[in-house]
């Protein structure tokens, strides 16, 4: 009854929706996931759990979080079920997050079993790198095709510091038998904090000379609990004037279809990027869509509206009155974000519930 109630609100106006993108000339791209400006979702990530072995500072409140029951988690098969069906609308690569994605049982499985699916060209996970060295032999030939590793301080205090537990020669491991596995590149997200690490910037550029690497150095961003002001957060702009002080050639990149700004030092095997969500949105280029793992859709990172695709699957809905419904979230994204001031006062969940 829940599906078909929320199917028969929204009908009206995705079918508006849709009428209008073939008025556009946007199809033949699904129209349930082209949203009213024209941008095409195609890149969709999905949390497999809000567990983590790591309690980091910018995700999680220092007391921790109340984890959802088990119960009203996706199952695996329903982390499929939906994986299908927005391939078959279009979605082209799938990260998986968490919490930490590799602390998953299963998760050697979903990624054999995404990698069946026609049309997907991509698998990507993003990892703290606790367990990674361990498990890429078989991730790799499970099917996973790119990684993203968290390491936000080269200095193993520090970092213990920032993620609450031991571990950084973990990370370290998994990094090196990456690049040794031959994943290219392999992307290291460093998330920068004022008073924290920010004196570490050019030590992350350095490791892209020998190294090939893609550093991400990610704005500090506000969620739940993680106690975010605005004087913690240290702009692009700002790392930029400090890394062109030590690198004065450093060149930008051209990138197409990426939400970093990407730039090398000349003769550095690696590069970096910047992620600017608080003083440079990218939100016009944004092609991608979020799936929690208690099941709801996010169309924004930023934004706190969401829908329970896993109430809807669980009602028995169709696939078709499915896309109903997710064609209606993806319909009422909104053209930007509300801004960092703004952003920093509405309620949002923390990081860790929402899935990286």
Sequence with gaps: M?????????????????????????????????DNF???????????????????????????????????????????TLARLFVREGVEKIRLTGGEPLIKPDVLDVIKE????????????????????????????????????????LVPAKFEFIVRRKGFHKVMEGIEKAIEMGFNPVKVNCVVMRGLNEDELLDFVALTEKKPLDVRFIEYMPFDGNKWNFRK?????E???????????????????????TFKVPGFKGQMGFITSMSEHFCGSCNRLRITADGNLK??????SEVSLRDVLRSGASDEELLQIIGAAVGNKKKQHAGMFNISKMKNRPMIHIGG
């Excluded at 599906?3 to 995705?14: K, L």
């Excluded at 790392?239 to 700004?261: F, N, V, Y």
């Excluded at 169309?299 to 706190?304: A, D, M, R």
Aim: hydrophobic share 35%; charged share 25%.
């Design 114 to 153: 995404l990698k069946k699916l026609e049309g997907l060209k991509t698998i990507a996970v993003t990892t703290n790198g606790m367990n990674l060295a361990r498990l890429l032999p078989k991730l790799k030939d499970a099917g996973l095709d790119l990684i993203n590793i968290s390491l936000d301080s």
């Design 299 to 304: 169309v924004c990172l930023f934004g706190n």
């Design 2 to 34: 829940y599906g078909q109630a929320v199917v028969q609100s929204h009908t009206v106006s995705v079918e508006c929706h849709k009428e209008k993108l073939r008025d556009d000339s946007i199809l033949p791209f699904s129209a349930f996931l082209t």
């Design 38 to 80: 024209g941008r095409r979702h195609s890149y969709l990530r999905i949390s497999l759990t809000e567990k983590c072995n790591l309690r980091c500072q910018y995700c999680m409140p220092d007391e921790g979080v109340k984890l959802t029951p088990r119960s009203q988690l996706l199952s695996t098969a329903e982390v499929l």
């Design 233 to 237: 957060m240290v702009s692009y702009q």
């Design 239 to 261: 790392m930029l004037d400090l890394i062109r002080q030590q690198w004065p050639d450093l060149e930008r990149l051209e990138t197409g279809g990426t939400t970093a700004k």
